[in-house]
């Protein structure tokens, strides 16, 4: 599997169900406080005004609430289908195509990185690069936040969000392993929470400091 086909074959996807995806994750993150719990807390972290980035908005429902909480959010994502949605529902927060494999920030310039499931779609072999870019672009104690699916093993997902066809590697994940690979390169982790215990699908959410 080519870096080109796997990011290539994600984007495709995502802009295959961007439409679908805001009208029926949009609720549910509206519905999940611990989601916005945890959001509370990196705000508190980075404090009024901080510039941050959501990385792999979707369609920005996250960004946009780090805007409500007083934030500079803004949001970068590989699908220019989903990146078109953030903008026309969330014109106060400015949004860009963009590949977390390779981040347009100068280095040093953000106070906090948001990446909510958006890690879940990155090879084991590649998170390495992934997380030296969010080391270089934020400044020294910047703050990240990662939500991801918790557990072992990966998935091709070939339909979703309403049916439609996708074809997407989907990565679960060990909390306590994710936490190694950001000690590892150059993060402190500082809390886990963990979310939908003995669901189907659980999550974790890692707050660390660069
Ligand atoms: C499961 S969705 C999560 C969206 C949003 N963060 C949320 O919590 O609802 C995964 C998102 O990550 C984006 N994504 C996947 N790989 C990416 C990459 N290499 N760089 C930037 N975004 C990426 C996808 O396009 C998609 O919008």
Same mark, same amino acid.
């Given at each position: ?8 074959? !994600? ?15 949009? *609720? ?7 989601? /916005? ?25 996250? !960004? ?22 953030? /903008? ?12 977390? !494999? ?69 990565? /679960? ?14 993060? !402190? ?12 699908? *659980? ?8």
């Amino acid at each position: 599997m080519s870096t080109d086909s796997w990011l290539d074959d !994600t984007r495709a996807s995502y802009d295959t169900v961007a439409a679908s995806y805001a009208d029926i994750v949009g *609720p549910m993150f509206d519905a999940e406080a611990h989601l /916005r719990a945890a959001l509370a807390v990196f705000a508190e972290h980075v404090g009024p005004g901080a510039p941050v980035a959501d990385i792999g908005c979707g369609p920005g429902h996250a !960004t946009a609430h780090l805007h409500r909480l007083g934030l500079n959010a803004s949001g970068i994502d590989l699908s220019p289908g989903m990146i078109g949605i953030a /903008r026309r529902n969330h014109p106060e927060c400015a949004f860009e195509v963009g590949s977390m !494999t390779d981040l347009a920030y100068p280095a040093e310039t953000l106070a906090g990185i948001v990446a909510f499931w958006s890690l879940i779609h990155i090879p084991d072999e590649t998170l390495p690069q992934v997380l030296q870019q969010f080391r270089r672009v934020l400044r020294p104690g910047g703050r990240l936040l990662a939500g991801f699916h918790a557990g072992t093993g990966s998935t091709l997902k070939t339909e979703g969000y309403g049916g439609h066809p996708m074809k997407v590697h989907v990565h /679960r994940r060990e909390p306590d392993a994710v936490a190694d690979l950001l000690r590892d390169n150059g993060f !402190t982790v500082e809390a886990q929470t963990l979310l939908g215990i003995g669901e189907r699908l *659980p999550g974790a959410i890692l707050h660390a400091r660069r």
